[in-house]
């Protein structure tokens, strides 16, 4: 834990682990915006559906990391293969970096 | 290839809660279930002769969907590879994998399959197979064969598929060989077998109905319907494959699981009698219970759940709630909580159930048990997921030692008592699942 999420790692997939952030800011534009470097920014509008309902993201990058969140919500999700765990270090750098400022 | 308009796709209709795409009632389930469902089938072939239902099943079920398709009257001119291009486009968009089926003729050939559900999921959930064991992908195999046949309007049965290699043992790819089919040779060549195929029941004895928003929840069940039903999920464009709420996802053929599982039943009372009918629900239930505590404990730590669902809970209950109004998305038909005491009692209403659809149709409808296993396994997963999990206040890993862990749980849920469309000729199945 830091000044900026907590983060639980689950394990169900041989290849893949889940890093599962809980951001102690909720996740705007910015964030998008910052993060679209990872690959083709998808959105999902469930907020269209119903009015409580938020909204969600969708980050790919080929067949090795995913990252997908709610916008306007605290929570924020890595998923990467095993083989490339040093992309998540970047990943919580540019978190911290966009929680900083 | 010239591009063909004619695309397989369906649609899903609200008053059955099922998605139909030429006749065929298609769910979604993932490789958690496929893979163990099937796993628990072969562990019996050492005394029941499972095999040969494994693929026959899709291929009546394939050869069924696609006829009626390219009869339909917008499709009477599609070309060999235009009919070619649509089966291997569904086979994709279904999430089953990829498959090039370019080199086919009315006699057969062999098909190469880079992705393929089955041996992937396999792989995934119980590492690599065994060299010397069969390849895993009697479904994919069956679709192909029932594929071919109708390609080239042969007759159901003309043809057999035989896997030579196979993702789940190591092979970088999965290899098929399509002959024409013979007694002798289908899959264990020292056993006789009958060629005896029939077409798939299709929608079966479905009921409408009408989704009901309960006054006792928060959880918008229309609207969640209404929003997952719309999500584009579909087989990525480079491996087939449905990656979501943190399993590979299928759209399945509902028929297949019925037919497999049913047969299976057969199976069992033919070598046993009505003695052996009770293992095997016990084993088809477990196979909906495993569904159960991976699908939804993996829709419940999804980005979409967080989205979506969690802004409408206020209290545990509405987990429940919120993970049934998914099931309503799923085509499984329709599930209503009929009555939820807090850590104790769930008693739920399965309308136009897909297991009783296809049973009432295709199967003798005397029963001594109950037939809808994967919701008695399914409702009594939510229950111990919500209640004797930490899943409603962490994320957490859904593995082996969990989940033996749970069994072991002396507040585990178990479907105590049933209401069966067959069994008991009722107007719906209702499952009441309450801990030990």
């Known amino acids: 834990m830091n000044n900026y999420f907590e983060v639980k790692q689950i394990k169900n997939c041989r290849k893949f682990i889940r890093n599962c952030y809980t951001l102690f800011k909720p996740i705007d534009k910015k964030l998008l915006i910052q993060l679209e470097n990872y690959g083709h920014l998808e959105i999902q509008s469930f907020s269209s559906f119903s009015p409580l309902a938020k909204d969600s993201f969708k980050l790919n990058l080929e067949d090795i990391l995913e990252i997908t969140g709610v916008i306007e919500g605290n929570e924020f999700f890595i998923t990467i293969a095993k083989t490339d765990l040093e992309l998540v270090k970047r990943i919580e750098k540019e978190l911290i970096n966009w929680a900083e400022n | ?68 398709f390219f009869e339909e009257k917008n499709n009477q001119n599609l070309s060999i590879e235009d009919k070619k291009q649509v089966c291997q486009d569904y086979f994709r968009f279904c999430g089953f994998g990829i498959i090039d089926l370019t080199n086919l003729t009315k006699e057969g050939g062999q098909v190469v399959a880079p ?26 195999a069956g679709y192909i064969a029932g ?6 309007g042969l007759p159901l049965g003309t043809l057999f598929t035989e896997q030579k290699k196979c993702i789940s043992k190591g092979d970088t790819k999965s290899v098929f060989e399509v002959s024409t089919r013979q007694n ?44 997952l039903t719309n999500m584009d999920l579909q087989g990525d464009v480079k491996t087939g494959l449905i990656n979501a709420f943190g399993v590979l996802l299928t759209r399945m053929y509902a028929n297949y699981y019925c037919l497999i599982s049913y047969k299976l039943l057969r199976l069992f009372e ?4 009505n003695d052996g009918l009770p293992l095997a629900a016990q084993l088809l239930t477990e196979a909906g219970h495993i569904c159960a505590y991976n699908t939804f404990g993996g829709v419940m730590q999804s980005t979409e759940w967080n989205a979506m669902i969690k802004p409408m809970i206020q209290d545990k209950e509405d987990w429940v709630h919120g993970i049934t109004a998914v099931v309503n998305a799923f085509g499984w038909g329709f599930w209503e909580i009929e009555k939820l005491e807090p850590n104790k009692q769930l008693k739920m209403k399965v309308v136009s159930g897909y297991e009783s659809n296809n049973y009432l149709a295709h199967f003798d409808t005397h029963t001594e048990l109950p037939i809808s296993f994967l919701a008695a396994g399914g409702v009594s997963g939510i229950m111990n997921l919500i209640y004797n999990t930490s899943i409603t206040e962490d994320f957490m890993t859904l593995d082996e030692k969990e989940y033996r862990k749970l069994v072991q749980n002396s507040s585990f849920f178990t479907a105590q008592k049933q209401i069966c469309r067959v069994k008991q000729h009722s107007q719906f199945d209702e499952i009441e699942v309450t801990s030990k």
């Open chain 2, 1 to 68: 290839m010239q591009q063909t308009s004619q695309l397989l796709r369906g649609n899903y209709l609200y008053n059955r809660n099922s998605y139909i795409a030429a006749g065929e009632p298609m769910i979604f389930h993932c490789h958690h279930y496929n893979v163990y469902l099937q796993a628990v089938i072969e562990d019996t072939s050492s005394y029941l002769h499972v095999y040969p239902m494994l693929s026959d099943s899709s291929q009546e079920i394939v050869y069924t969907q696609f006829s009626n």
């Open chain 2, 115 to 140: 992705y393929e559900h089955y041996g992937i999921g396999w792989k995934t959930k119980f590492g690599l197979r065994q060299k010397n064991k069969k390849g895993v992908a009697f479904f994919a």
């Open chain 2, 147 to 152: 594929a071919t046949e109708a390609i080239f």
């Open chain 2, 184 to 227: 002798n040779n289908i899959l264990d060549e020292d056993e006789e077998n009958e060629i005896n195929l029939v077409p798939s029941p299709q929608e079966g004895e479905y009921q409408t109905y009408k989704l009901k928003n309960p006054s006792n929840t928060t959880i918008d069940y229309q609207a969640i319907r209404q929003a």
């Open chain 2, 270 to 273: 033919g070598e046993m009698g």
